[in-house]
């Protein structure tokens, strides 16, 4: 092959030569006569040149594709340059080819993928992944990063950032939904939620269905927007509700936005050589919007004490430590993670955006699996309504530990986590415990969230919504790890408590006001098989009809 590779080199120089004005060769008779042959030439150049060109790609990929091979980790056969990629195209959901993988090699606790090149190590054994997710996180702390482009927006959001920077900005964040300000929160949620309820009334009195989806987007993104920002977006009245539209277009796939999406996050030096912007137009909406409430903030000197005002809080207390600093001998620490107005915004727009469409997804799910389970529906509003008995009215305590409640939306999670996949990128050479396995930093680690979630071995009957494996007597049978709609460990999701109580809260207004009844012919809930998020295709119909008030 060296042998091919060399003559094949020398031809190539002789045909650039030809096109080099220093070596051609004046253009005389002789000459001309020599070049009537020339196009069959480099046809026959070009051919070879291909040919050589692809044995390289198909050798490179040989190798590559050996990785877990070598390493005595299984792995479903690839096909050359694609690895498992391809499954992506030819599958009905982009976490269907990982399922089929977990299915044949799950058992054995750990597997590989091959991501174009790249080597993938899924984790199908929950103490392993305990380990990495939680007591060796300092070595996992990162994950790959969905659109690497300095200065974007969508690169500067905590859910792309790396190592200290990340560290930093979490633990600025975090206090957004400690308990104290759930509590004050708990008041604009309910606000919200009895719109919601409003607005699902006014549709039945219309004798229209209720689009489920599309409700309660409304609801969440009003609700993250008055909570976080004091933002009154009135998506729920209003007929065109353009933030939750700009949001669900940013979630919502053409198949053209779908192989964006994967070039983006999985080719991001060809996205972005190809001159391709990670931020899209309904990124530009939002940055407006919030660029506005942070200058309207600043004029009125008024503190709600929300997210908002955390992060502008933070970036003074920075900006001061900056500047009163005369002789630069600031920690590089602090000096290294000074939020700038670019850094503010950034996470903003990801609040505004990420809080819309993962719970509402979650409220569509389980309006649908409620109106099928009339039983389960029956018991939980008695539940409520029992609740609102003793206290006089839904409070915060109440619905935090409702027992079915909160079992009934954990099953939903369960069955339709919104995030199929999560990962990890190790960032330390590590050894996996129990392995000759060492991961060496870049390399990625998944772990398949809906696998787990719908194992036979984790779960009897997972097919089924069974509110009652999570209720407290339950609770002992599921295996740590393989229950985590939220991720788990340090970089799980932040609002995870703020999506729990904003889902909560609307489920039980909702089914103290109104029966949720399956709609013939809508019986299944349909997915959405162009978006790495669960969510119901099309909306999630349902009928609703109000419950006659004592
Ligand atoms: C039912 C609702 C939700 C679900 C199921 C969900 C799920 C997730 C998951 C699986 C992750 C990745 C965790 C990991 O890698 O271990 C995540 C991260 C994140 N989520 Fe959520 N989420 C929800 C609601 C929200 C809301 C309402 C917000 C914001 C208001 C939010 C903001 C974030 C952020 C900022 C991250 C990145 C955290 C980091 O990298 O440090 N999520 N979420």
């Known amino acids: 092959m060296f042998k091919a590779i060399f003559i094949h080199r020398v031809q190539l120089l002789k045909l650039l030569c030809q096109f080099h004005p220093h070596c051609s060769p004046p253009l005389n008779k002789t000459t001309t006569e020599q070049t009537k042959g020339q196009p069959t030439k480099m ?14 790609v198909l050798w490179y990929s040989r190798g590559r594709h050996s990785y877990w091979a070598n390493k005595g980790i299984p792995s479903a056969p690839t096909i050359p340059v694609f690895g498992h990629m391809h499954q992506l195209f030819v599958c009905k959901y982009p976490w269907e080819a ?16 091959y991501e174009m ?17 939680v007591k060796d996180f300092d070595n996992f702390t990162d994950r790959r990063k969905f659109g690497d482009q300095p200065g974007s927006i969508m690169t500067s959001m905590l859910s792309n950032m790396d190592g200290e920077e990340w560290k930093t900005l979490r633990s600025i964040m975090t206090p957004t939904f400690s308990s104290g300000k759930m509590k004050r929160m708990f008041g604009l949620v309910c606000t919200n939620a009895d719109s919601l309820v409003a607005s699902c009334l006014n549709d039945a009195q219309n004798n229209l269905l209720v689009d489920m989806k599309d409700k309660c987007g409304r609801f969440t993104m009003d609700t993250i927007a008055s909570c976080a920002f004091g933002i009154e977006p009135n998506s729920m009245t209003d007929e065109k509700p353009v933030f939750a539209q700009k949001a669900d277009n940013f979630f919502s796939m053409s198949p053209y936005k779908f192989a964006r999406f994967i ?18 137009a309904d990124i530009d909406f939002f940055r407006d919007v919030v660029e506005k409430t942070i200058r309207s903030r600043q004029q009125n000197d008024r503190q709600r004490g929300d997210f908002l005002d955390l992060m502008l809080n933070a970036r003074e207390t920075n900006t001061e430590e ?20 670019h850094t503010v915004l950034a996470q903003c727009i990801m609040f505004l955006i990420a809080g819309y469409d993962t719970t509402a997804s979650t409220l569509a799910f389980a309006s649908q699996l409620l109106a099928r389970d009339v039983k389960v529906q029956q018991q939980l509003r008695e539940e409520i309504q029992e609740m609102v008995k003793e206290e006089g009215e839904l409070t915060y305590q109440g619905v935090m530990e409702a027992k079915l409640l909160d079992a009934c939306i954990n099953e939903t999670l369960r069955m339709y986590p919104p995030g199929a996949l999560g990962e990890r990128k190790c960032t ?43 209720l407290p007597d339950n609770k002992a049978n599921i295996t740590p790890f393989t229950f985590m709609p939220f991720g788990m460990g340090p970089r799980n999701c932040i609002a995870m408590r703020f999506a729990l109580m904003e889902a909560k809260v609307a489920l039980a207004k909702l089914l103290l006001c109104v029966e949720l009844q399956v709609v013939p012919g809508n019986e299944h809930i349909i997915l959405d ?18 419950i006659k008030q004592e």
């Open 117 to 133: 090149f790249n080597p993938v190590l899924i984790v199908t054994d929950p103490d392993i992944l305990k380990q990495i997710m």
């Open 428 to 470: 330390r050479p590590y050894k996996v415990p129990g392995t000759e396995v060492t991961l060496m930093p870049g390399d990625l680690v998944q772990f398949p969230i809906w696998s787990f979630h719908r194992d036979p071995h984790h779960w009897t009957d997972p097919e089924t919504f069974k509110p009652q494996r999570f």
């Open 529 to 546: 098989g162009n978006t790495f998020l669960l969510r119901p295709k099309d909306g999630q119909k349902i009928r609703v009809t109000p």
């Open 263 to 280: 070039m983006m996050f999985m080719l991001p030096k060809l996205f972005n050589a190809l001159g391709l912007k990670v931020d899209t």
């Open 98 to 113: 990982m399922d089929r993988a977990y299915k044949k090699y799950g058992r054995e606790g750990l597997f590989g993928r």
């Open 322 to 341: 900056k500047t009163t600093n005369q002789d630069e001998k600031l920690s590089t620490k602090s000096a290294k993670h000074v939020l700038t107005d």
């Open 43 to 56: 046809l026959e150049t070009t051919l070879l040149l291909l040919v050589l060109v692809l044995v390289c």
